[in-house]
């Protein structure tokens, strides 16, 4: 009976990491801020309409730190499987290049990337009306687990 538990354990081990992916290593991927992004520019900065696509890198380079990144965190699956997500958001004063602030994304699952979007534009509309200050939208994303904030925000459970 322990053999099998233990076979089936290790089955199920990639399929549990796998699913885990949408909270990223926090020592790998911390979150990092750009520091040109203040409370002060904020109008003039990451609330400006085209900002982020000013900003955002190129597909070249954030496809590659997805491979390299992948490789290194030693996660399954296609490229395609994941979009490299900026964890502190481009329209909250993210940094754009930096590979601490990026990571690879499950685009499938209960907490794709697409649910992370979805907390990021309510986030960035808030601190852009002047709701929340930027410092409270950048910790939102710094967090050890951003789903709890989407948890609190949308009540989803």
């Not at 003039?44 to 590659?64: D, F, G, H």
């Not at 602030?101 to 699952?109: A, C, D, E, R």
Request: hydrophobic share 35%; proline share 6%.
């Amino acid at each position: 009976m322990m053999q099998r538990l233990l076979m089936l354990a290790s089955l199920l081990a990639p399929a549990i990491a796998w699913a885990q992916q949408y909270i990223p290593d926090r020592e790998r991927s911390p979150g990092v801020v750009y520091p040109y992004v203040t409370q002060d520019n904020i109008k003039e900065t990451a609330c400006v309409a085209s900002w982020t696509r000013r900003v955002r890198p190129s597909s070249s380079y954030t496809t590659r730190l997805k491979v390299q990144q992948m490789r290194e965190f030693g996660l399954a699956g296609d490229i395609d499987h994941y979009d490299e997500d900026h964890l502190v958001p481009l329209c909250v004063g993210g940094h754009p290049r930096d590979p601490r602030n990026l990571w690879p994304q499950p685009v499938k699952g209960r907490w794709r990337s697409a649910i992370k979007d979805q907390l990021e534009a309510s986030v960035c509309r808030a601190v852009c009306r002047g709701d929340m200050t930027l410092q409270q939208g950048q910790e939102i994303f710094l967090e050890a687990d951003w789903t709890k904030a989407y948890v609190r925000y949308f009540g989803m459970k």
